[in-house]
C-alpha cells in the first residue's frame, strides 16, 4: 500500500462548487504539506502543518482551507472554487528527526475546474 | 533566510552521455539540501539528499550530487544518462539553524535522447 494517499485523483467541477481533497498517511510523519504545480511554475506551497494544532499559510494560500483532522489526515478545500485553481495538487510528508524534512509526495490530485 | 535556485528550464543530452543538473542555495546556516524526481503523471520521488559528510552523495537510479560550500552548489549527475532518466528535477534546501519547512527550486526538465 501507498505511503501517501489522496483523494480523489481527478476531479472535474464547476465554477462556484466547494471542493474538498483529501490526504492521508502511514508514515507516521508529524509534517504535512498541500502543493500546487501549474506548468512552467513547480512547486507551490498552499499550506502546511507540523503537528495536529499547527496550521501555516504558504505562499498562495488565497481561496483555499485546510483541516487537520488527526496526525495521519490533512485536507484541502476549495470553498468556491475557479478556473484559474485549475491545477495539480499534491500532497506531502515529511519527518524532521531523521530525515532532516525529507518530504514524501502522494500520487497528485488533477483538479478541473470549469 | 533559505533559497535554492535551479539556473536551467531544460537540459537535453544524448543516451550514454554524462548528464549534470545544477543547483545553487543560500542559508544561514548550514544546508540541508535534496534532489527529487518528477516522471510523467506521477508524482515527486525522494532521490537522495545531504546533511553532513562526504561532498559526494550517491542516491537511488546511479544519479549523485556534489556538495561544494565554497560555491554553494549542489548539482545533480550521472556517469550515462538514459532516456529513461528524462523526468522533471527539484532541488530542495533546508536551513539547519531553523525547524521550518524546506525552499523547493522551480525545476529542471531534463530530456535524454536516444
Known amino acids: 500500500d501507498a505511503d501517501v494517499t489522496q483523494t480523489p485523483r481527478n476531479r472535474i467541477t464547476k465554477t462556484g462548487k466547494r471542493i474538498m481533497l483529501e490526504c492521508s498517511q502511514t508514515?507516521?510523519?508529524?509534517?504535512m504539506y498541500w502543493y500546487r504545480q501549474d506548468p512552467g511554475l513547480g512547486l507551490r506551497l498552499i499550506y502546511y502543518?507540523?503537528?495536529?494544532?499547527?496550521?501555516n499559510k504558504g505562499e498562495i494560500s488565497d481561496g483555499y482551507s485546510v483541516s487537520r483532522q488527526a496526525q495521519a489526515k490533512f485536507s484541502l478545500s476549495l470553498e468556491s472554487a475557479i478556473p484559474n485553481q485549475t491545477a495539480l495538487y499534491f500532497c506531502?510528508?515529511?519527518?524532521?528527526?531523521?530525515?532532516?524534512?525529507?518530504?514524501?509526495f502522494g500520487p497528485g490530485t488533477r483538479l478541473t475546474v470549469l | 533566510a533559505q533559497s535554492v535556485a535551479q539556473p536551467e528550464d531544460q537540459v537535453n543530452v544524448a543516451e550514454g552521455n554524462p548528464l549534470t543538473v545544477k543547483c545553487t542555495y543560500s542559508?544561514?546556516?548550514?544546508?540541508?539540501l535534496f534532489w527529487y524526481v518528477q516522471y510523467p503523471n506521477r508524482g515527486l520521488q525522494f532521490l537522495l539528499k545531504?546533511?553532513?559528510?562526504?561532498?559526494l552523495v550517491k542516491g537511488s537510479y546511479g544519479f549523485e550530487a556534489e556538495f561544494n560550500k565554497s560555491q554553494t552548489s549542489f548539482h545533480l549527475k550521472k556517469p550515462s544518462a538514459l532516456v529513461s532518466d528524462s523526468a522533471l528535477y527539484f532541488c530542495?534546501?533546508?536551513?539547519?539553524?531553523?525547524?521550518?519547512?524546506?525552499?523547493f527550486g522551480d525545476g529542471t526538465t531534463l530530456t535524454v535522447k536516444p
Open positions: 506531502a510528508t515529511s519527518d524532521l528527526g531523521t530525515g532532516a524534512d525529507t518530504q514524501y
Open positions: 508514515k507516521g510523519h508529524d509534517r
Open positions: 502543518s507540523f503537528d495536529v494544532k499547527d496550521i
Open positions: 542559508v544561514s546556516g548550514n544546508p540541508y
Open positions: 545531504y546533511i553532513t559528510g562526504d561532498n
Open positions: 530542495a534546501v533546508r536551513d539547519d539553524t531553523n525547524a521550518g519547512k524546506s525552499t
